[in-house]
Each structure stands twice: as C-alpha cells, then as structure tokens.
C-alpha cells in the first residue's frame, strides 16, 4: 500500500497525526509528545484495573488520581496541538480517537464521581482499548534505527509497568519483582506456570501484556533489522563515494598528463580566433591600386 494509502487508513481508524502540507512546527511538536503520550498511555492501562480491581481505598484513590491526570495530559495535547497546527478541522476529523479517549475519560470520572459505576467501568474499558489503539499508533513512529534507544526504553517502561499492574491485581503476587517477572513470562508468551492470574482484573491485564508483548518483540525485531539494513547501506554509500572521488582523479591525472605531453592537443581543440581586421593590425589598409598615368590625349 502507498504511503497515501496508508496516511488515509491512518486517519479512518482516528490516529492521522497532523494533515499533510502542514505546519512544520506542528510535525515537530507531533514528534516530541510522541514518547510522552506512550509513557501516559502506559500509566492509564492499570490505572483503569486499579479502581476496578483493588479493594483498598488508598489505591482506588491514587486510580482515581491518575485517572484525573490522563484526561488532562490527553486535553492538553489535544489543545496545544490544534494550535500549532493550520487546518484544525481536518486535524480533529483525522484524530477523532483522541477525541473520544477524553469524552470517555470524562465519563468515568463522572460516574465514579456521582456513583454511576456500570457507567464509570464501561467507560473505562472503551478507554483502555482506545489507548491501546493510540499506542501502537505512536509505535510506528519509533520504526527507524535513530529510535532503537526509545524502543529499549519503551520495553522497559513496559514490563515495569506490567508488573506494577499485577502486583496490585494478583493476589498471589506478593512483591513487585514478582509482578515483573509475571509480566515478563506473560509478554513474551512463556508461560512457565509458576505465577498465574487467578482475578478477572488481572487476566484482562494479562491479555493487555499478550498484546503489548506482540507489539514490543515485533518492533524490536523490525528496529533492529533497520539497523542492520542501515548500516549495509551507509557502508555501500562510503564504498561508491569513494570509487567516484578515484574515478575524478584518474581522469583528472589522465587529462594533465595529454596536456603535458602534446602541449598542441589542447590549442588545436579550441576553435581559431577570427583574424583581426586591417586596422587592428598597426597598419592602414593597402589604397586601391591608382588608375594608370596618363589619360587619353
């Protein structure tokens, strides 16, 4: 598929980034908040099971806390960007997703707030999905070998994360580097057997790590291949650059060297300058002959 093709499949799903023949500023604020929003896409995955699936009060209020900081980092991001950017309108048709992750954060706010938790839960769900949605969209950014430090960082943030997420889900799990290790056998897909989601808050999150961990290995993989590939063609760019520079110079040599040797071969393929005229020459022009002496008589 085209890059245009892909550009319009991009915006359908609500994750077009900024139009085409657009601000220039706004492509880079674009790829600054990138990393930003992943890191607090990231936060919101167990914050939403947090307030479902934890029965101390303490976590369902940092849950809720956290909660209250997505929507404003996610409202902030929406707003600077639709200032930076020229065509607003076609900005918010082509990012329609972020749009609704903040009218559904809002919504879970507002249920839990005035007690209408069905209310609250299912919002919360349609967030979660749509910031996995907005995660591997921001994913495809870091496909270049410059990114291949962020990609690391990305995976490791992740299974920090992950395993946070358990070792506040899963009863069974009772230290935080217990919770990593789960998150780390459940995103590469191991599976030894030796911790296990027993909660349905903690198998919900478990299939959000499946999914991360498919993402992440996947975009490894393709990173460092890019490096690889990259590599090869700098080395074959130096190669052809320095073939060309010993091209010039043996033509170079060659040309000096007929130019020595035969010093006429460079004059004769020049063209001869037109002869100057008579009067260019010092001399007057030669009188016409005189008529002969003497004259009829």
Do not use: C, K
Not at 27 to 56: C, K
Not at 125 to 147: E, F, K, Q
Not at 216 to 221: D, H, K, R
Not at 246 to 253: G, H, I, K, S, W
């Amino acid at each position: 598929m085209s890059r245009q093709g892909l550009s319009w499949m991009a915006g359908l799903a609500g994750v077009g980034g900024v139009p085409a023949h657009d601000n220039p500023r706004a492509y880079l604020w674009e790829r600054r908040l990138h990393p930003v929003m992943i890191v607090v896409a990231l936060i919101a995955l167990p914050a939403a099971f947090i307030d479902d699936g934890s029965a101390d009060p303490l976590l369902r209020t940092v849950g809720h806390a956290v909660d209250l900081f997505i929507l404003l980092a996610f409202v902030l991001e929406l707003g600077w960007m639709l200032h930076v950017v020229r065509q607003r309108r076609r900005y918010l048709m082509r990012n329609w997703l972020d749009v609704l992750i903040i009218a559904a954060a809002a919504v879970s706010l507002a249920g839990v707030e005035s007690g209408w938790l069905v209310l609250a839960r299912f919002a919360r769900v349609a967030v979660v999905g749509m910031m996995l949605v907005r995660i591997l969209r921001s994913l495809r950014t870091l496909y270049s070998p410059d990114a291949l430090p962020l990609v690391f960082a990305f995976a490791i943030v992740s299974v920090l994360v992950g395993g946070a997420g358990f070792y506040v889900l899963e009863p069974t799990v009772s230290t935080f580097g217990d919770g990593v290790w789960l998150a780390f056998a459940t995103g590469t897909t191991v599976g030894y057997g030796d911790f296990v989601p027993t909660t349905t808050a903690a198998r919900l999150w478990a299939g959000v790590m499946v999914l991360l961990g498919f993402a992440m290995l996947s975009l490894l993989t393709a990173t460092l291949v890019t490096v690889i590939v990259g590599q090869d063609e700098a080395r074959l760019r130096r190669e052809m650059h320095n073939d060309i520079r010993m091209l010039r110079d043996e033509v170079r040599a060659l040309r000096d060297q007929m130019q020595s040797s035969s010093p006429g071969v460079s004059s004769s393929i020049v063209p001869p300058a037109e002869a100057p005229p008579a009067a260019a020459r010092g001399g007057q022009a030669a009188s016409p002959a005189a008529p002969p002496a003497g004259g009829a008589g």
